[in-house]
């Protein structure tokens, strides 16, 4: 079976791509066509197909009866004709990593979000066309290209799901690193310093690849790797694939110091990907059904491994200081230890329930869920401590990231299973890790940090501020104020108070701003409060409680022993 598909957008202001789907050489009384459901690497069910319109099939000019089947399936009666196509037409105006994006200025595509693919035939090689808009020049596809103008091959559907294109005048540049050619496409900000980029994103890929030994593009595909970066109002995310990336980032925090540093971050996090997700994966996680949940317990690998690679490899790569990674690390856990969820889902549940939970938070998310991003990279800092630790600084996690992409993504072609990822740590480590598992892996005991620290000479440092709290998050709509989260075990929580309230007094004036009003208060102080629920005015005394948020650094300590000065050399990777 040949298929083929083109796109085309005579009209991008009115955000509609036309998509034609041309299948040949093969005779069948019908073809299923489906569009998936979601986009690997981010663990929703999006339901692409709710954006699809005007669909019908053709063959020799004969129109062709199509039926859906399925809420994204579309079978299309071809009555054994030997060539057809079937067209349909998507709007695209979600400016995210995750879907497709057309206007006036400019077009990108998530084939997962626009390419439907042919029932059972996801195996099948295809190939694409892209007709850009007249006045377009530039088309960035990280897939080969054939003869005919703008046309590419992908071997599977896999490969073209993973392969996002950028359309319109964007610029696009270049530049070498770890022996391989890399292309920017660059959209949304021109007062940018190009040379900064190319130092900066070669010295990440440079310090992604010291530490596998091999960069997996050498012998993939186009043997090159492409980035295509967004620079937007309030736009930030990041979604890997096979050698490629699509970054967006925040125009407005672009120029500031921070702000780039994060950028910098978000960068390392999606090349370490090129590795770990892309190459090393959770068994479950590969061949995809685009159709339903792909569940999985180990995107805390996945995910939390990334995360804390960006600061290590941006410090390998000298691009931050020693110092910023001891402060990373320490504001990660006054970020985890301060949310009650910590106490209450684990990372593997948090993992499993991505599909239902991380992607659809509500007020009460931080009460009962974790990320398994951020406390993913604390209980991965634990591992590479431990297993730094117990080899005498000889071996760090790096050497169970080169197993993983050796030995199994290699050699096996394969995905890790949730045993493997334990056996290979306790094969680096050369120690048991079932408890350890068992309690912060599976379970949700508090991680001893100070001695994970200590083994490289590290301390951590707790602060707690004895002020009053109430527990409540507000935001102010024109003359309401409105309660929007209330944590868990605090007074707000304890005493009545709901999310949806308005608060209309504290002790019979009106409020602007209720955490300044507290800050007037003290510890065990009672309060007036008078608020509007469901139409109703109700009343309630709430005394004050203190302010449970813990502050934590890390410091250096004052004498190390050699043991520890080897340890936090390692932990740096220098
Ligand atoms: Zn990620």
């Known amino acids: 079976m040949n298929i083929h598909y083109n796109i085309s957008m005579p009209a991008p202001h009115t955000h509609y791509f036309e998509v034609s789907i041309t299948i040949s050489k093969t005779k069948r009384p019908f073809v299923d066509f489906k ?9 929703l069910l999006r339901e692409y197909a709710q954006h699809v319109e005007s669909y019908h099939a053709k063959a020799n000019k004969r129109d062709l009866k199509v039926v859906k089947t399925a809420k994204n399936t579309w079978r299309v009666m071809s009555d054994n004709a030997p060539k057809f196509s079937f067209h349909y037409r998507v709007y695209a105006f979600e400016m995210t990593v995750r879907n497709n994006f057309l206007d006036a200025n400019h077009g990108y595509i998530n084939p997962a ?7 059972g035939q996801q195996a099948n090689p295809v190939t694409l066309t ?8 530039k088309v960035t596809v990280p897939l080969p290209g054939s003869k005919e103008p703008y046309t590419y091959e992908a071997p599977n559907f896999d490969v073209l799901v993973d392969s996002p294109i950028e359309i319109g005048n964007h610029q696009e540049f270049g530049f070498k690193a770890a022996g391989i050619s890399h292309k920017v ?8 310093d190009q040379e900064q980029i190319k130092k900066d994103f070669k010295a990440i890929a440079e310090a992604c690849t010291d530490i596998f030994g091999d960069h997996p593009c050498k012998n993939y595909l186009t043997k090159d790797y492409t980035f295509i970066v967004h620079i937007l109002d309030k736009k930030f995310g990041g979604l890997e694939h096979l050698n490629s990336t699509s970054l967006h980032f925040p125009r407005e925090l672009y120029h500031t110091k921070k702000g780039y540093a994060r950028f910098l971050n978000l960068t390392a996090h999606e090349y370490f990907h090129l590795w770990n997700v892309k190459r090393i994966r959770p068994i479950e996680l590969g061949p995809f059904d685009y159709e339903q949940e792909n569940y999985t317990r180990s995107l805390w690998v996945a995910e939390g491994f990334t995360v804390y690679y960006e ?3 941006l410090c390998k790569a000298g691009l931050v200081k020693n110092n910023k990674l001891r402060k990373s690390t320490a504001d990660r856990i006054t970020l985890v230890e301060n949310l009650p969820g910590n106490k209450v889902q684990s990372v593997t549940d948090s993992s499993w329930d991505a599909w239902i939970k991380a992607y659809r938070p509500n007020e009460n998310s931080p009460n009962t869920t974790i990320s398994y991003y951020s406390k993913g990279a604390l209980v991965t800092l634990m591992l590479d401590l431990f297993i730094i630790h117990h080899t005498k600084a000889t071996q760090s996690l790096d050497d169970v990231m080169r197993h993983l992409y050796e030995e199994i993504y290699k050699k096996e072609q394969r995905g890790f299973s949730e045993s493997e990822i334990k056996k290979v740590l306790e094969l680096v480590a050369g120690k048991d890790l079932t408890t350890l598992f068992e309690k912060y892996i599976y379970g949700t005991e508090s991680i001893n940090y100070a001695q994970y620290l200590n ?21 102010k709509n024109g003359k309401t104020l409105k309660i929007t989260a209330i944590r868990k075990d605090s007074p707000a929580y304890h005493q009545g108070l709901n999310v949806h309230d308005e608060i209309l007094s504290i002790d019979d004036a009106k409020v602007k701003d209720v955490a300044k009003l ?4 003290e510890v065990g102080n009672e309060l007036k409060v008078k608020i509007r629920r469901d139409g109703n005015i109700k009343k309630f005394l709430i005394k004050l409680g203190s302010n449970p948020h813990v502050t934590y650094k890390i410091k250096m300590q004052k004498s190390r022993t050699a043991a520890q000065k080897k340890a936090y050399k390692k932990w740096l990777r220098k």
Do not use: Q, R
Not at 35 to 43: D, E, H, L
Not at 113 to 119: K, N, P, R, S
Not at 130 to 137: A, G, M, Q, S, V
């Open 130 to 137: 892209i007709e850009p808009y007249h006045t377009w020049k």
């Open 455 to 475: 083994y490289a000479g590290m301390e951590l440092h707790s602060e707690v501020k004895e002020t009053p709290y109430l527990g409540v998050s507000t935001v």
């Open 518 to 521: 507290i800050e007037n208060y």
């Open 185 to 192: 496409a660059w959209y949304g900000l021109a007062d940018y």
């Open 113 to 119: 979000a626009l390419c439907m693919f042919v029932g």
């Open 35 to 43: 569009m998936a459901a979601w986009t690997p690497g981010s663990y």
């Open 311 to 313: 600061s290590i490899i």
